[in-house]
T-cell receptor, first 114, second 112 residues
Framework: EAGVAQSPRYKIIEKRQSVAFWCNPI?????LYWYQQILGQGPKLLIQ????????DSQLPKDRFSAERLKGVDSTLKIQPAKLEDSAVYLC????????????FGPGTRLTVT | QKEVEQNSGPLSVPEGAIASLNCTYS??????FFWYRQYSGKSPELIMF????GDKEDGRFTAQLNKASQYVSLLIRDSQPSDSATYLC????????????FGQGTELSVKP
Protein backbone atom coordinates (compact mmCIF):
# COMPACT_ATOMS: atom_id res chain seq x y z
CA GLU A 1 0.00 0.00 0.00
CA ALA A 2 1.45 3.34 -1.05
CA GLY A 3 1.82 5.89 1.71
CA VAL A 4 0.90 9.55 1.87
CA ALA A 5 2.80 11.49 -0.78
CA GLN A 6 3.89 15.11 -0.39
CA SER A 7 5.82 17.52 -2.53
CA PRO A 8 8.07 19.36 -2.52
CA ARG A 9 10.18 17.96 0.32
CA TYR A 10 12.04 21.22 0.87
CA LYS A 11 11.31 24.81 -0.02
CA ILE A 12 13.17 28.04 0.68
CA ILE A 13 11.42 31.33 -0.06
CA GLU A 14 11.73 34.96 0.94
CA LYS A 15 9.15 36.61 3.14
CA ARG A 16 6.13 37.98 1.31
CA GLN A 17 6.49 35.35 -1.42
CA SER A 18 3.91 32.64 -1.96
CA VAL A 19 4.29 28.89 -1.78
CA ALA A 20 2.12 25.83 -2.36
CA PHE A 21 2.34 22.31 -1.02
CA TRP A 22 0.72 19.21 -2.47
CA CYS A 23 -0.51 16.06 -0.76
CA ASN A 24 -1.90 12.80 -2.09
CA PRO A 25 -3.42 10.65 0.66
CA ILE A 26 -3.56 6.88 0.89
CA UNK A 27 -6.09 5.53 -1.57
CA UNK A 28 -9.54 5.26 -0.04
CA UNK A 29 -8.81 7.53 2.91
CA UNK A 30 -11.67 10.00 3.21
CA UNK A 31 -10.10 12.20 5.87
CA LEU A 32 -7.11 14.42 5.13
CA TYR A 33 -5.25 16.65 7.55
CA TRP A 34 -2.67 19.39 7.23
CA TYR A 35 -0.43 20.00 10.25
CA GLN A 36 2.21 22.59 10.96
CA GLN A 37 5.14 21.44 13.10
CA ILE A 38 7.50 24.10 14.37
CA LEU A 39 10.89 22.87 15.57
CA GLY A 40 10.66 21.51 19.11
CA GLN A 41 6.87 21.40 19.15
CA GLY A 42 4.22 18.82 18.39
CA PRO A 43 2.20 19.03 15.17
CA LYS A 44 -0.63 21.55 15.18
CA LEU A 45 -3.70 20.88 13.06
CA LEU A 46 -4.28 23.57 10.44
CA ILE A 47 -7.19 22.06 8.54
CA GLN A 48 -9.11 18.80 8.31
CA UNK A 49 -11.09 17.63 5.28
CA UNK A 50 -13.71 14.92 5.15
CA UNK A 51 -13.88 14.03 1.46
CA UNK A 52 -13.92 17.51 -0.15
CA UNK A 53 -15.58 19.32 2.77
CA UNK A 54 -13.83 21.21 5.57
CA UNK A 55 -14.41 19.74 9.05
CA UNK A 56 -12.10 21.97 11.07
CA ASP A 57 -10.06 25.01 10.05
CA SER A 58 -10.17 26.83 13.37
CA GLN A 59 -6.38 27.18 13.57
CA LEU A 60 -5.76 28.07 9.94
CA PRO A 61 -4.54 31.70 9.57
CA LYS A 62 -7.07 32.45 6.88
CA ASP A 63 -5.62 35.85 6.00
CA ARG A 64 -2.61 34.10 4.46
CA PHE A 65 -3.26 30.35 4.36
CA SER A 66 -5.69 28.53 2.11
CA ALA A 67 -6.31 24.89 1.35
CA GLU A 68 -8.49 22.92 -1.00
CA ARG A 69 -9.38 19.34 -1.76
CA LEU A 70 -11.55 19.80 -4.79
CA LYS A 71 -12.20 16.19 -5.85
CA GLY A 72 -11.92 14.63 -2.42
CA VAL A 73 -8.56 13.08 -3.17
CA ASP A 74 -5.40 15.16 -3.30
CA SER A 75 -5.04 18.52 -1.59
CA THR A 76 -3.08 21.75 -1.86
CA LEU A 77 -2.06 24.09 0.96
CA LYS A 78 -1.02 27.60 0.01
CA ILE A 79 0.65 30.42 1.92
CA GLN A 80 0.47 33.94 0.52
CA PRO A 81 2.28 36.05 1.62
CA ALA A 82 4.71 34.07 3.75
CA LYS A 83 6.10 35.37 7.03
CA LEU A 84 9.27 34.39 8.85
CA GLU A 85 7.21 32.59 11.51
CA ASP A 86 5.79 30.25 8.86
CA SER A 87 9.12 28.41 8.80
CA ALA A 88 8.15 24.90 9.83
CA VAL A 89 7.51 21.40 8.55
CA TYR A 90 4.10 21.00 6.94
CA LEU A 91 2.77 17.50 7.41
CA CYS A 92 -0.09 15.93 5.56
CA UNK A 93 -1.87 12.94 7.08
CA UNK A 94 -4.83 10.79 6.11
CA UNK A 95 -7.12 8.28 7.77
CA UNK A 96 -10.04 6.07 6.77
CA UNK A 97 -12.40 7.75 9.20
CA UNK A 98 -11.79 10.69 11.52
CA UNK A 99 -12.50 9.31 14.96
CA UNK A 100 -10.61 6.16 15.87
CA UNK A 101 -8.59 5.31 12.82
CA UNK A 102 -4.86 5.79 12.75
CA UNK A 103 -3.60 8.88 10.96
CA UNK A 104 -0.80 8.09 8.53
CA PHE A 105 1.67 10.90 7.96
CA GLY A 106 3.48 11.85 4.81
CA PRO A 107 7.20 12.76 4.81
CA GLY A 108 6.44 16.47 5.21
CA THR A 109 7.61 19.64 3.49
CA ARG A 110 10.28 21.64 5.29
CA LEU A 111 9.66 25.34 4.60
CA THR A 112 12.27 27.97 5.34
CA VAL A 113 11.24 31.61 5.01
CA THR A 114 14.15 34.07 4.88
CA GLN B 1 -3.01 25.17 30.71
CA LYS B 2 -1.96 23.25 27.62
CA GLU B 3 -4.48 20.70 26.37
CA VAL B 4 -1.89 17.92 26.21
CA GLU B 5 1.24 18.14 28.33
CA GLN B 6 4.44 16.14 28.23
CA ASN B 7 7.85 16.62 29.77
CA SER B 8 10.09 17.76 26.95
CA GLY B 9 13.09 15.88 28.33
CA PRO B 10 15.54 14.77 27.28
CA LEU B 11 14.93 11.52 29.12
CA SER B 12 18.08 9.45 29.19
CA VAL B 13 18.04 5.73 30.04
CA PRO B 14 20.68 3.02 29.70
CA GLU B 15 20.25 0.26 27.17
CA GLY B 16 18.07 -2.54 28.53
CA ALA B 17 16.27 -0.32 31.05
CA ILE B 18 12.58 0.62 31.13
CA ALA B 19 11.73 4.04 29.71
CA SER B 20 8.62 5.68 31.13
CA LEU B 21 6.97 8.49 29.19
CA ASN B 22 4.08 10.44 30.64
CA CYS B 23 1.28 12.60 29.30
CA THR B 24 -1.63 14.48 30.87
CA TYR B 25 -4.62 15.97 29.09
CA SER B 26 -7.19 18.55 30.08
CA UNK B 27 -10.40 17.59 28.26
CA UNK B 28 -12.43 14.88 30.00
CA UNK B 29 -14.32 14.28 26.75
CA UNK B 30 -11.22 12.78 25.16
CA UNK B 31 -11.79 9.23 24.02
CA UNK B 32 -8.82 8.05 21.99
CA PHE B 33 -5.17 8.26 22.89
CA PHE B 34 -2.18 7.72 20.67
CA TRP B 35 1.58 7.50 21.01
CA TYR B 36 3.63 8.48 17.98
CA ARG B 37 7.38 8.12 17.57
CA GLN B 38 9.26 10.71 15.56
CA TYR B 39 12.87 10.29 14.56
CA SER B 40 14.82 13.45 13.87
CA GLY B 41 13.93 14.82 10.45
CA LYS B 42 11.19 12.25 9.91
CA SER B 43 7.42 12.28 10.19
CA PRO B 44 5.50 10.80 13.14
CA GLU B 45 4.65 7.09 13.07
CA LEU B 46 2.05 5.45 15.28
CA ILE B 47 3.33 2.93 17.80
CA MET B 48 0.38 2.50 20.17
CA PHE B 49 -3.22 3.53 20.67
CA UNK B 50 -5.50 2.99 23.64
CA UNK B 51 -9.19 3.69 24.18
CA UNK B 52 -10.05 2.03 27.51
CA UNK B 53 -8.75 2.42 31.04
CA GLY B 54 -5.97 0.03 31.95
CA ASP B 55 -2.96 -1.37 30.19
CA LYS B 56 -2.40 -2.37 26.59
CA GLU B 57 0.72 -4.29 25.62
CA ASP B 58 2.33 -4.65 22.22
CA GLY B 59 5.75 -6.27 22.23
CA ARG B 60 8.13 -4.12 24.27
CA PHE B 61 5.58 -1.30 24.50
CA THR B 62 2.84 -0.86 27.09
CA ALA B 63 0.36 2.00 27.04
CA GLN B 64 -1.47 2.83 30.25
CA LEU B 65 -4.61 4.97 30.49
CA ASN B 66 -6.27 6.43 33.57
CA LYS B 67 -9.21 8.59 32.50
CA ALA B 68 -10.08 9.59 36.08
CA SER B 69 -6.63 11.11 36.47
CA GLN B 70 -6.51 12.25 32.82
CA TYR B 71 -3.20 10.52 32.44
CA VAL B 72 -1.70 8.30 29.77
CA SER B 73 1.75 6.78 29.75
CA LEU B 74 4.02 4.69 27.56
CA LEU B 75 6.48 2.16 28.92
CA ILE B 76 9.28 0.84 26.75
CA ARG B 77 10.87 -2.32 28.12
CA ASP B 78 14.40 -3.43 27.24
CA SER B 79 15.14 -0.04 25.69
CA GLN B 80 17.41 -0.08 22.66
CA PRO B 81 19.51 2.73 21.14
CA SER B 82 17.16 2.53 18.14
CA ASP B 83 14.34 3.69 20.45
CA SER B 84 16.06 7.08 20.72
CA ALA B 85 13.52 9.50 19.28
CA THR B 86 10.87 12.02 20.28
CA TYR B 87 7.64 10.46 21.53
CA LEU B 88 4.46 12.41 20.88
CA CYS B 89 1.30 11.91 22.89
CA UNK B 90 -1.89 12.73 20.96
CA UNK B 91 -5.47 12.92 22.14
CA UNK B 92 -8.56 12.66 19.95
CA UNK B 93 -11.74 14.50 20.90
CA UNK B 94 -14.68 12.65 19.45
CA UNK B 95 -16.85 15.75 19.67
CA UNK B 96 -14.40 17.70 17.53
CA UNK B 97 -14.59 15.52 14.45
CA UNK B 98 -11.53 13.48 15.20
CA UNK B 99 -9.16 16.37 15.75
CA UNK B 100 -5.85 15.21 17.20
CA UNK B 101 -4.22 17.41 19.82
CA PHE B 102 -0.51 16.70 20.20
CA GLY B 103 1.75 17.31 23.15
CA GLN B 104 5.13 18.88 22.57
CA GLY B 105 6.87 15.53 22.70
CA THR B 106 9.42 13.92 25.01
CA GLU B 107 12.90 13.31 23.66
CA LEU B 108 14.21 9.89 24.66
CA SER B 109 17.88 8.98 24.51
CA VAL B 110 18.93 5.36 25.09
CA LYS B 111 22.62 5.09 25.88
CA PRO B 112 24.53 1.92 24.89
Amino acid sequence: EAGVAQSPRYKIIEKRQSVAFWCNPISGHATLYWYQQILGQGPKLLIQFQNNGVVDDSQLPKDRFSAERLKGVDSTLKIQPAKLEDSAVYLCASSLTPIRDEQYFGPGTRLTVT
Amino acid sequence: QKEVEQNSGPLSVPEGAIASLNCTYSDRGSQSFFWYRQYSGKSPELIMFIYSNGDKEDGRFTAQLNKASQYVSLLIRDSQPSDSATYLCAVNHSNQGGKLIFGQGTELSVKP
